[in-house]
């Protein structure tokens, strides 16, 4: 089955600096990225998401990078704030329906962004 | 309003016995699933449902047993339990199955002793 592999278990950046998060993946039929946050004591709150088709995705502060070839795809948050600051999943799916739905997920990075 | 509900917030069972976890979702979604998180594994899949059809079960032990009364409920009944069993299982549900976003709630933290 699908491997999602997380680089960083955590990183410390200063307010105002990017933060890139780095993940791989062994299902070459994976087709769908999303990242997640997750604040301490609480739910997984979907961030941003990249399909295959395209290889940057940007939303406000947040771009998604692909790299099929590498199977690799990364999280840059710029000019980060404190409220940036959580655990980052990175997960990845076949992107079709029954058994190509399930979500397989990194183990999370713990950011801190500290003022 | 909460639109993914999971009830109970918090449960201790003693190993053994057997619990249900409750979740309904009032975002209209025609899939729901079934993911747990503990501290010796990442987030984990276990099962999906489409239009209350089970889709796919990645959960070996035959003591998992999703169920659903309702399109908009998924509950989780969980039999003999384990102290390995302790996790907090969070629902999730998307408008279809496939390559979409999807909605989690806000998890049940169960312990089993």
């Known amino acids: 089955g699908e491997k999602v592999e997380q680089h960083e278990s955590t990183l410390s950046v200063r307010e105002g600096d990017s933060a890139v998060i780095n993940c791989t993946y062994t299902?070459?039929?994976?087709?769908?990225f999303p990242w997640y946050k997750q604040e301490a004591g609480k739910s997984l709150h979907f961030v941003i998401d990249i399909r295959s088709n395209v290889d940057r995705k940007q939303s406000q502060r947040l771009i998604v990078l692909l790299d099929k070839k590498a199977k690799r795809f990364s999280l840059h948050i710029t000019a980060t704030q404190p409220e940036d600051s959580a655990i980052y999943f990175c997960?990845?799916?076949?992107?079709?329906?029954?058994?190509?739905?399930?979500?397989?997920f990194g183990k999370g990075a713990k950011l801190t962004v500290s003022p | 309003d909460p639109k993914i509900i999971q009830k109970p917030k918090y449960l201790v069972a003693v190993t053994g016995s057997e619990k249900i976890l409750i979740c309904e979702q009032y975002?209209?979604?025609?899939?729901m699933y079934w993911y747990r998180q503990s501290a010796k594994k990442p987030l984990e899949f276990m099962f999906s449902y489409s239009y209350q059809k089970l889709m796919d079960n990645q959960t070996a032990s035959s003591r998992f047993q999703p169920q659903s009364s309702k399109k908009n409920h998924l509950d989780l009944q969980i039999t003999a339990l384990k102290p390995d069993d302790s996790a907090t299982y969070f629902c999730a549900s998307s408008q279809e199955l496939g390559g979409i976003e999807q909605y989690f709630g806000p998890g049940t933290r169960l312990t089993v002793l």
């Open positions: 975002l209209g979604h025609n899939a």
């Open positions: 299902d070459t039929a994976s087709s769908y």
């Open positions: 997960a990845a799916s076949r992107g079709q329906q029954g058994t190509g739905s399930k979500l397989s």
